[in-house]
Nanobody
Framework: QLQASGGGLVQPGGSLRLSCTASGFRFEDFDLGWIRQFPGKELEVVACTRKRNGSTNYSESVKGRFSISRDTAKDTMFLQMNSLKSEDTGVYYC?????????WGQGTLVTVSS
């Protein structure tokens, strides 16, 4: 299972850090990612990191503002979000996957508003 936390209400230009902790499996074997769902239900892969080489990828809309990381020892992943904009508002889901397994967190709501 994955447990996501850290969402909340923040003003434009502010920062939040999302966390996602695994139970029952080890992060070191998985590719990890954050996916968000906009209020209109559209999904976007925000960021991902590969277990094989630690490489990261970001959507163009968050590049330079968001950063994904993992603490393998604690089986926790993070999404540091800076310079937040109103269009970042949505429910953020964490994901851990291999070719044979796929885990999702329950989602944490991020609202960017003044």
């Amino acid at each position: 299972q994955l447990q996501a936390s850290g969402g909340g209400l923040v003003q434009p230009g502010g920062s939040l850090r999302l966390s996602c902790t695994a139970s029952g499996f080890r992060f070191e074997d998985f590719d990890l990612g954050w996916i968000r769902q906009f209020p209109g239900k559209e999904l976007e892969v925000v960021a991902c990191t590969r277990k094989r080489n630690g490489s990261t990828n970001y959507s163009e809309s968050v590049k330079g503002r968001f950063s994904i990381s993992r603490d393998t020892a604690k089986d926790t992943m993070f999404l540091q979000m800076n310079s937040l904009k109103s269009e970042d508002t949505g429910v953020y889901y964490c994901n851990a996957n291999t070719s044979s397994s796929d885990y999702w967190g329950q989602g944490t709501l991020v609202t960017v508003s003044s």
